[in-house]
Structures are given as structure tokens and as C-alpha cells.
């Protein structure tokens, strides 16, 4: 890949346990996010997007193949700088937060394990970046708004400077009324920090709104490729993809019935 600083994945197997017991959860995938790209991975729960995600940062399983992520080919153990370029944004903010820790001591010790000084600049510039004032500085995650939570984890995320983002359902967990906020708040970001995005979702209207392509995933790999554009055109041409659109637009009514 010509572009260093970008995701290229050749021949991805993750599986989970071992003989009768072993899993196949992603099977002969490949694929590339350019560098500044955002890509989006939907499918149905169980079809193998997070389990992409997790196998980039070595949280999942047993793996095989070529995987090459901000200029470094991955090995089994991921080095200090690769979780300086390569961070992850989970679901579930509440869960990503440690309960007893304030957002300063959230946002203090990230900074100290990435090695960074100057941290109370730093941590007033990130709340600055992520749209949250000084008052939110010492608060708890208990005294956050959901919304507000998952900004905080957007800034855990943007500490150490990273030029790679992996989202894993970054809205899911969110009223709808917030959804937008927090995927403006992403376009935002991805265009003033110059990052990369790859994106998990099961929501095509959030990939619709923060992708330029999208990768339909069933049963462990990718049947169909397409433009954000097409998405939006309806202008699929896999049977899974069509049937995920038509769930999308909710009922159609069969006038022939």
C-alpha cells in the first residue's frame, strides 16, 4: 500500500477456541482505509465487524494473515507506538469509564501512560476539542449525561494524538436526539485533526452520515463493497445487502397482498 499511514487487512482469519470447539468468526477478509478515509463495517450482531476491530488492536483471538496499520505490520504483541497512532472508541461510554475516577483523573492518567507532559494543558485543550467546558473537568461519570460520557471517551481516545480512530457502535448506545451530536462531533474532529476512521455499526443511516463507503459483512466476511452514495441510491447488488436496506427503511407495505 502506497499509503503508509492508512489500514491494509490481507487475508484476515480470526477464530475463537480451539477443535470441535473453535469459532470462525472472520474469514478471508481483506481490505484498505486510506489514509483520511472513513469507512464503515455493518452487518447483523454475530457477522464478525468488532472482531475486525478487535483483532487491529490484539484483543481478540487466535489470527491469521497480513495486517499493516499506520505503517507498522502487526505482529502478535502491539507496540507502545502503535497505540499512539491507533486508538478505539467503544459502544457503551459507562462501561469504557472507570465509575470512581473524574474526568481529570480519566484524562490525567492516559495522558501519563502515553509518556506526555504538559497534562493540564493537554487536558483543557481535549475537553476544549470535544466541546466540553472546564466544569466538566472534575465530575464523575455517574454525573455525566450519556452524551457527555462518550465525548469524555472521544477524548481519552484523542490523548495520545492518534491518527487512526476504530469506532465500535460509537452511537448505539445513545438517544437518538444525541446520536447526531456525537457523529457531528466525529465529522468535526476527523477534519480538523486529519484522522482515519473505521467504523462498525448495524445503523446505516450513521454510516450514511460519517462514511464515504461502506463494507457489508454476513457470516464472517465481506459479500459487497459500496460507495455511500450507492448506499443511499439503494443500488445494491448482494441479496444480504438489498435485504439490510429494505430492514433499514422499516415496513413496506405489499399492495399485491
Known amino acids: 500500500m502506497s499509503d503508509e499511514q492508512g489500514i491494509e487487512i490481507v487475508d484476515l482469519h480470526v477464530w475463537f477456541g480451539d477443535g470441535p470447539d473453535r469459532v470462525d468468526a472472520v474469514?478471508?477478509?481483506?481490505f484498505n482505509v486510506g489514509k483520511g478515509a472513513s469507512v464503515g463495517l455493518v452487518g447483523e450482531s454475530g457477522s464478525g465487524k468488532s472482531t475486525i476491530l478487535r483483532a487491529i488492536t490484539g484483543l481478540a483471538g487466535g489470527w491469521s494473515g497480513s495486517m499493516k496499520v499506520a505503517g507498522e505490520v502487526l505482529e502478535r504483541k502491539r507496540s507502545r507506538a502503535?497505540?499512539?497512532?491507533?486508538?478505539?472508541?467503544?459502544?457503551?461510554?459507562?462501561?469504557?469509564?472507570?465509575?470512581r475516577h473524574s474526568v481529570d483523573q480519566v484524562l490525567s492518567e492516559t495522558l501519563g501512560l502515553h509518556g506526555l507532559k504538559d497534562i493540564d494543558r493537554r487536558i483543557v485543550k481535549l475537553l476544549d476539542e470535544v466541546g466540553l467546558g472546564p466544569a466538566f473537568?472534575?465530575?464523575?461519570?455517574?454525573q455525566l449525561s450519556g452524551g457527555q460520557r462518550q465525548r469524555v471517551a472521544i477524548a481519552r481516545a484523542l490523548a495520545s494524538e492518534p491518527s487512526i480512530l476504530l469506532l465500535d457502535e460509537p452511537t448505539s448506545a445513545l438517544d437518538v436526539s444525541v446520536q447526531a451530536e456525537i457523529l457531528n462531533l466525529l465529522s468535526d474532529?476527523?477534519?480538523?485533526?486529519?484522522?482515519?476512521?473505521?467504523?462498525?455499526?448495524?445503523?446505516?443511516?450513521?454510516?450514511?452520515?460519517?462514511?464515504?463507503?461502506?463494507?457489508?459483512m454476513q457470516n464472517g466476511q465481506i459479500v459487497e463493497v459500496?460507495?455511500?452514495?450507492?448506499?443511499?441510491?439503494?443500488?445494491?447488488?448482494?441479496?444480504?445487502?438489498?435485504?439490510?436496506?429494505?430492514?433499514s427503511l422499516g415496513f413496506v407495505r405489499d399492495d399485491a397482498v
Open 226 to 247: 459500496m460507495s455511500v452514495a450507492e448506499l443511499r441510491d439503494q443500488r445494491a447488488s448482494h441479496p444480504y445487502t438489498q435485504q439490510l436496506l429494505k430492514s
Open 137 to 142: 473537568r472534575f465530575r464523575y461519570p455517574h
Open 82 to 99: 502503535f497505540y499512539n497512532r491507533v486508538q478505539m472508541v467503544f459502544q457503551d461510554p459507562y462501561a469504557s469509564l472507570h465509575p
Open 189 to 216: 474532529l476527523r477534519e480538523e485533526l486529519k484522522l482515519t476512521y473505521l467504523m462498525v455499526s448495524h445503523n446505516l443511516a450513521v454510516v450514511g452520515h460519517l462514511c464515504e463507503s461502506v463494507m457489508v
Open 27 to 30: 474469514q478471508s477478509v481483506s
